[in-house]
């Protein structure tokens, strides 16, 4: 990731963590390790100093053998770090100059590694990175992550303190209804309402035949009063914005007016949120709907928001991805929030359960040559926001490769920057094979994202600090 000749240009940044550690390892080493692994990843210099103008300089650990020792004792110690997410190429001793310094890469970890902490204690020893440094984790950050390492996803929990009263019996007939399109002849078609629901997940009997939701099933099917009981957060919002910004119409779940579940707002959603758009988009959205709602953290908090704009469609839902977002963006993987309400969903043709959900947005914007949707996840607390652009940017044609390849040149740029400090446009198009205004685009869409930002001469890009 850097270029270890021109250390002096770097700066401090999300990725990169420099200590002088001429007295040991220092306490803080751990404190960014976490943060790291909790994030997005990053590399940590020791026997690297920060100077007034922010540039790095090297200084000479006197036994940097001795301190990589000492380092994989303690990153395998789970009395004093939680998990060792790193491989024996991690660790690196490099000579610059005649100064010796060590490098520490830290990978972005697992869901299962989550939350990576230091002592026994998840609530006292985690941290995460932002723009200030590390940060020590909120309780609600924490047992978001807790809640991520779990094999079973907690959808499929039976809430016995609950009964079949919660269940909005209109939202089952227009789910059956669906089925019955779907599946003609099928047997679970002649079921009566309590028996279909145990079949799909929904409900459950105990050993009294008393019936009981899943909280799958209640936040697909239950009262929007009785989904809060149990998820106090839980908020559904779609916003339809006139040309000016002002609201020109609104659905939330606590309106009183409907009942405020999942699949009735899909139902009553659907059509609203593709209304005058080309139909070629449809199903792409609808999908866009639907994968929001299957991995969204309803314990977390900010609930699922929904905007539509003349230019732009955002949607965004609480919690952090579970795999790698390259992964996302590519496909092929799939490892859902709510496995349970994924397969509700499913079962009437709503949402995907390949992992290709992303992939196949990212393709239909692709051939439309409209500007390559976004996908940002922000943490303090969890949060997913996908942006759908409505519209090209004129300066190029459908079918363009940059349209779908979006994730994958942003990526490969944030690494190159990391190793050489600044670039320039004309760079961009020869390292990616991009062409000037493809280069100029991913600059301009980067910077935006608060990625990259525009140096005093205007010409070289550098990472944010």
């Not at 439309?368 to 943490?379: A, L, Y």
Request: hydrophobic fraction near 35%; glycine fraction near 10%; charged fraction near 30%.
């Amino acid at each position: 990731m850097i270029d270890f000749e021109h250390i002096s240009q770097y700066h401090e940044n999300n990725r990169i963590e420099a200590k002088r550690a001429l007295g040991g390892l220092p306490k803080s080493l751990w404190e960014t390790y976490s943060a790291f692994a909790n994030t997005f990843g990053g590399i940590l210099l020791l026997g690297v100093e920060e100077l007034t103008d922010k540039s790095f300089r090297t200084v000479d650990l006197p036994c940097p053998e001795k301190l990589v020792e000492e380092f994989w004792e303690i990153i395998n110690d789970r009395e004093r770090v939680s998990a060792n997410i790193l491989d024996r190429q991690a660790v690196t001793v490099h000579t610059i100059g005649t100064d010796r310094i060590i490098s520490i890469m830290v990978p972005r970890a697992d869901r299962r590694n989550k939350p990576v902490y230091i002592g026994t204690n998840p609530y006292l020893g985690s941290y995460r990175r932002d723009g200030e440094g590390d940060y020590h984790c909120t309780r609600e950050e924490v047992e978001t992550m807790l809640r991520d390492r779990e094999e079973r996803t907690l959808d499929e929990k039976v809430l016995l303190h609950m009964d079949g009263s919660v269940f909005d019996m209109e939202t089952v007939r227009r789910y059956r209804t669906y089925l019955k399109d779907i599946y003609a002849g099928y047997e679970w078609n002649q079921y009566e309402d309590t028996k279909l629901l145990c079949r799909i997940g929904a409900a459950k009997k105990d050993e009294r035949g008393l019936l009981h939701p899943t909280a799958a099933g209640l936040l697909v099917f239950g009262f929007e009063d009785e989904i809060v009981r149990e998820y106090p957060y839980f908020f559904l919002d779609y916003q339809e914005r006139a040309a000016d910004g002002s609201m020109a119409e609104r659905l939330v779940s606590n309106s009183g007016k409907w009942s405020g579940n999942l699949f009735d707002f899909y139902l009553r959603i659907s059509g609203k949120v593709v209304r005058r758009l080309p139909g070629d988009i449809h199903r792409a959205v609808r999908e866009a709907v639907a994968n929001c709602m299957i991995n969204g953290d309803y314990m977390g908090s900010g609930g699922l928001v929904i905007i539509k704009k003349k230019d732009d469609l955002r949607i965004s839902n609480p919690g952090g991805f579970r795999i790698d977002i390259r992964d996302a963006v590519n496909g092929g993987r799939s490892d859902p929030r709510n496995a349970l309400i994924a397969r509700l969903f499913n079962l009437v043709k709503v949402g995907s359960r390949t992992g290709k959900g992303v992939p196949d947005i990212y393709q239909v914007w692709e051939k439309k040559g409209w500007k390559t949707p976004r996908i940002k996840e922000g943490f303090h607390p969890d949060r997913i926001t996908l942006k759908l652009p409505l519209y090209g940017d004129g300066r190029s044609e459908p079918g363009e490769r940059f349209y779908g390849k979006y994730q994958e040149y942003r990526d490969a740029l944030i690494d190159h920057v990391t190793r050489v400090v600044q670039v320039e446009a004309a760079t961009v198009k020869e390292l990616l094979g991009l062409n000037a205004q493809e280069a100029e685009r991913l600059l301009a869409q980067m910077e935006e994202e608060g990625i990259l930002s525009l140096m005093e001469d205007g010409g070289m890009y550098r990472l944010k600090i």
